[in-house]
């Protein structure tokens, strides 16, 4: 099982970058992925996420509004568009996938305890 996260770098406050995560080694469809980030001194914390074949996709407030998730199930990819970024969004990005459920409340797409597979990460700096 590999989650590969790709895309980070260097970005101005108010410009975008594009991450992708490519999942090999599981029936990806089946899967909801998800996408975290980790600041330094910070807790890892939710950002996005996408189920499967519906696309039902949830974004916390930070970012709704700037960050848009979406997946190529043909090509095992998720991506996350971030546009207007601000310094605040900068730390390490993590993809990761859980097996897709439908939940009660759409918060709880990004219950880490519930992601089984992770990939390694990708930083995203974002310079003011």
């Known amino acids: 099982v590999q989650l590969q996260a790709s895309g980070g770098g260097l970005a101005q406050a108010g410009g975008s970058l594009r991450l992708s995560c490519v999942a090999s080694?599981?029936?990806?469809?089946?899967?909801?992925i998800g996408w975290f980030r980790q600041a330094p001194g910070k807790e890892r914390e939710g950002v996005s996420a996408?189920?499967?074949?519906?696309?039902?996709?949830y974004n916390v407030d930070s970012v709704n509004g700037r960050f848009t998730i979406s997946r190529d199930n043909a090509k095992n990819t998720v991506y996350l568009h971030m546009n207007s970024l601000k310094p605040e969004d900068a730390g390490v990005y993590y993809c990761?996938?859980?097996?897709?459920?439908?939940?009660?409340?759409?918060?709880?797409?990004?219950?880490?305890?519930?992601?089984?597979?992770w990939g390694q990460g990708t930083q995203v700096t974002v310079s003011s």
């Open positions: 996408i189920r499967n074949s519906d696309g039902y996709h």
């Open positions: 990761a996938a859980r097996p897709s459920t439908i939940v009660a409340v759409p918060a709880w797409l990004l219950h880490q305890v519930d992601y089984v597979y």
């Open positions: 080694g599981f029936r990806f469809k089946d899967y909801a």
